[in-house]
């Protein structure tokens, strides 16, 4: 039997029984990472120690061995952002999600790469080097939560906690041919997580199966007193999988926008039409919508988002947090200069000059605050269609993965987010079930519902893949 392929359920079924011990699990895992990690680059650094401390601890993640993004603090060890900046920074405290973790009983096994905070949709970007895809290793698997999703696929972890600031769960999900959940925004508690756009990020969870990363989001959710925008999602604790009656989707509406079925990739249309099928073939009524504003998504999202990148990215100056410059200088502001100059690569560089000149006295009004406006159309469109319809149907990405040495431009990569975008425009749960791994590559279909009823699309989503395993 091998023990890296099981999920969830099949572990802790195996533990009640005798079959095997969460120690023999756990050695599996760390076998496999040492085995298998040099050649996917999915792990910054290994916390093997912290895991085996948590053996004993029972709860929702007993025995189950895990890894969370590079952005997520785990106390006295290396929180980097997958940034020269924060190379040698340890965090001084636990997160929520780590604190929920380690109370649930799971192991972490370590911290997972990522493009520098959290900027980019490839993982490339990040200073320990870029991260391979397990189904394919001469392509990249996605990101900015690159190292969460290789770090499943390439079984060196059951599930992992990462972040999505526009799709940074969900669309290497997609690529690495495995699931990526958004909750509703403030499910999960944001405190001690890097933060990249406060009004965008939400944590979110991945596994192989719906009901593996749904485990996960079980254990995370909650609010937090230390998160003023976190709340009380029940509709989670509704999700019982087991109860779930078959019939779940019959009659029930389905929206797929109109501009969503202009695809360049046959393969993601071929996949897309076959997802239709079926759902039709599970009772649902597909019924295909007009949303103008679906079209400004990213130019919104770039501008927003950046704006909101300059400045949480100015607390990194070399005083409190990692490190600072060794070169000689004579004014504070030289200082920080040369260490932000020699601590940050050139796409959080990028990004920062453009939030900057967009919060510009000049240009906020031309471009901040009519994007914030757009922002508030794209939600009430979106909560318009959802009224009539369960959830919005898309493919994950517009585009498959792309090669590792690829020269796309950054507009071209940018437009891989496309889809996924318009849930953290309006604060919508959004998750990504895989259709098959044909050729080594993976095309995701995203299921995109209502705030505070993450059940339904959860739900949808499992008779989906269930469905789909049967063909």
Do not use: W
């Not at 499910?187 to 009901?211: H, L, Q």
């Not at 949480?312 to 030289?334: H, L, P, Q, S, W």
């Amino acid at each position: 039997m091998e023990l890296t392929k099981l999920g969830i359920k099949e572990l802790q079924d195996g533990y009640k029984k005798g079959d095997f011990t969460k120690e023999e699990v756990l050695n599996s895992y760390i076998e496999n990472i040492e085995k298998e990690d040099g050649k996917i680059n999915a792990y910054i650094t290994k916390t093997f120690e912290l895991a085996k401390k948590n053996l004993n601890r029972d709860g929702l993640l007993s025995g189950i061995p895990l890894s969370l993004k590079d952005n997520i603090s785990v106390k006295d060890v290396r929180l980097t952002c997958g940034s020269k900046i924060l190379e040698n920074y340890e965090s001084p405290y636990d997160a929520d999600v780590t604190k929920k973790v380690l109370e649930a009983g799971g192991l972490i096994l370590g911290k997972v790469n990522m493009d520098e905070f959290a900027m980019g949709a490839t993982t490339r970007s990040s200073y320990y080097g870029a991260t391979k895809n397990p189904l394919d290793k001469t392509l990249i698997p996605g990101g900015s939560s690159g190292g969460s999703a290789a770090s499943v696929a390439g079984e060196m972890a059951v599930v992992s906690v990462g972040t999505d600031t526009g799709g940074s769960t969900r669309q290497p999900a997609s690529y690495c041919g495995i699931v990526g959940i958004k909750p509703t925004y403030g499910t999960i508690s944001r405190y001690g997580i890097s933060t990249m756009a406060n009004t965008f990020d939400s944590p979110g969870t991945m596994g192989k199966t719906v009901e593996d990363a749904t485990i996960l989001l079980k254990a995370l959710k909650g609010r937090s007193i230390k998160d003023a925008t976190s709340i009380e999602n029940k509709s989670i604790d509704e999700v019982d999988f087991d109860k779930l009656d078959s019939n779940y989707l019959k009659g029930k509406n389905i929206a797929i926008p109109k501009v969503y079925l202009d695809l360049d990739d046959e393969r993601i249309e071929s996949e897309f039409k076959t997802a239709i099928e079926i759902l039709e073939d599970l009772g649902a009524k597909i019924n295909y919508v007009d949303m103008k504003y679906l079209k400004n998504v990213i130019e919104t999202y770039h501008i927003l988002v950046n704006g909101e990148i300059s400045s949480n990215m100015a607390r990194f100056d070399g005083i409190i947090y990692g490190k600072r410059t060794t070169d000689d200088y004579e004014t504070i502001e030289e200082m920080f200069k040369k260490t932000r100059g020699e601590g940050f690569g050139q796409e959080v560089k990028k990004r920062i000059m453009i939030g900057t000149q967009i919060l510009s006295l000049d240009l906020a009004e031309d471009y901040y605050y009519k994007a914030l406006k757009v922002r508030g159309l794209i939600k009430s469109e979106m909560d318009k269609v959802l009224e009539d319809n369960m959830f919005i149907l898309s493919p994950t990405s517009p585009i498959l993965p792309i090669k590792l040495d690829s020269q796309m431009t950054p507009v071209e990569i940018y437009k891989a987010d496309m889809f996924t975008i318009p849930a953290n425009m309006a604060g919508c749960p959004s998750l990504s079930v895989p259709m098959n791994k044909k050729g080594g590559l993976s095309v995701g279909i995203q299921f995109t519902g209502r705030r505070m009823k993450d059940n339904e699309i959860l739900n949808s989503a499992y008779l989906f893949e269930r469905s789909k395993n049967e063909l």
